[in-house]
Nanobody, 124 residues
Framework: QVQLVESGGGLVQPGGSLRLSCAASGFSLDYYAIGWFRQAPGKERDWVSTISSSDGSTYYADSVKGRFTISRDNAKNTVYLQMNSLKPEDTAVYFC?????????????????WGQGTQVTVSS
């Protein structure tokens, strides 16, 4: 069974950090680009970051560039999103997704498999 499971969300104060994990089972992440998306209540699902399958290139939305870092550990079949300097506007449900994406990293429809999401709340 193909499955992606996110973990690591929680409540954090502004300026704090969290590390999200996206663990895959039933398939190898080696051959897939992995993207992180987020969705706040009443808003569309927005792209956050992607790491490619080919050379590990990374891509970030402008809103998180310099604060978030995406990485992958193929041996553990897991992708991480390190989030630093968190802001209240980062509050959302964060999803990871896998797809054979070669260019349109930011498009939801490019990704075939999705996790169930993990809540991140940034508040004092």
């Amino acid at each position: 069974q193909v499955q992606l499971v996110e973990s690591g969300g929680g409540l954090v104060q502004p300026g704090g950090s969290l590390r999200l994990s996206c663990a895959a089972s039933g398939f190898s992440l080696d051959y897939y680009a992995i993207g992180w998306f987020r969705q706040a209540p009443g808003k569309e699902r927005d792209w956050v970051s992607t790491i490619s399958s080919s050379d590990g290139s990374t891509y970030y939305a402008d809103s998180v560039k310099g604060r978030f870092t995406i990485s992958r550990d193929n041996a553990k079949n897991t992708v991480y999103l390190q989030m630093n300097s968190l802001k209240p506007e980062d509050t959302a449900v964060y999803f990871c997704a896998a797809g054979r994406v070669s260019y349109y990293w930011w498009r939801v429809e490019e990704y075939d498999n999705w996790g169930q999401g993990t809540q991140v709340t940034v508040s004092s």
